[in-house]
T-cell receptor
Framework: DTAVSQTPKYLVTQMGNDKSIKCEQN?????MYWYKQDSKKFLKIMFS???????INETVPNRFSPKSPDKAHLNLHINSLELGDSAVYFC???????????FGPGTRLTVL | DQQVKQNSPSLSVQEGRISILNCDYT??????FLWYKKYPAEGPTFLIS???IKDKNEDGRFTVFLNKSAKHLSLHIVPSQPGDSAVYFC?????????????WGLGTSLAVNP
């Protein structure tokens, strides 16, 4: 059973489109994250949710909107996609009292 | 401003020898450090961690050393195996309000040659 899963694994789309990436964890964790890994391999946190509540919101364009329908899911919706949004997006989760984050396999987004 | 730095983008080691991956940080508020390993097309997976109150943590072939005065930590893998070939990320944890945030280095790509 996959602990943290993301769909889709690959996403190729045109500039200006709106797309969503989904994340689900079956670990019973209460905190979930979205990270962006750009072409320079820099892994940067975008958002963090704890029990469906937004905790961390880094400097991210408001075209990016996370949604957490429940503790096990954290989806990322991106409006008006731009070339610079091309990256690998990782979802992660953890228990609030633990240090270790568990990562999903990543979604490679390519904007043409 | 990168608070966690891994200055060696790549490292090549012979099988059976020791691999030493280095990490430097600038923020003295970091109180927990983690190493993650990442294979291509997969997410990072947790490897080993160390609290700032310790200077060494060992788990099998993996040992992490922390030098707080130098703001430096290192991951030792001995003996190195071809399956250890991956990108290794150093991450440091600091409290951000009621949450914990991980600040990541850029990673070091380790190649263990048979």
């Amino acid at each position: 059973d996959t602990a943290v899963s993301q769909t889709p694994k690959y996403l190729v789309t045109q500039m200006g489109n709106d797309k969503s990436i989904k994340c689900e964890q079956n670990l019973g964790h209460d905190t979930m994250y979205w990270y962006k890994q750009d072409s320079k391999k820099f892994l940067k946190i975008m958002f963090s949710y704890n029990n469906k509540e937004l905790i961390i919101n880094e400097t991210v364009p408001n075209r990016f909107s996370p949604k957490s329908p429940d503790k096990a899911h954290l989806n990322l919706h991106i409006n008006s996609l731009e070339l610079g949004d091309s990256a690998v997006y990782f979802c992660a989760s953890r228990f609030q009292g633990s240090w270790e984050q568990f990562f999903g396999p990543g979604t490679r987004l390519t904007v043409l | 401003d990168q608070q966690v730095k891994q200055n060696s983008p790549s490292l090549s080691v012979q099988e059976g020898r020791i691999s030493i991956l280095n990490c430097d940080y600038t923020n003295s508020m970091f109180d927990y450090f983690l190493w993650y390993k990442k294979y291509p097309a997969e997410g990072p997976t947790f490897l080993i961690s160390i609290s700032s109150i310790k200077d060494k943590n060992e788990d099998g072939r993996f040992t992490v050393f922390l030098n707080k005065s130098a703001k430096h930590l290192s991951l030792h893998i001995v003996p190195s195996q071809p399956g250890d070939s991956a990108v290794y990320f150093c991450a440091a944890s600091a409290r951000a309000g009621n949450n914990r945030k991980l600040i990541w280095g850029l990673g070091t790509s380790l190649a263990v040659n048979p």
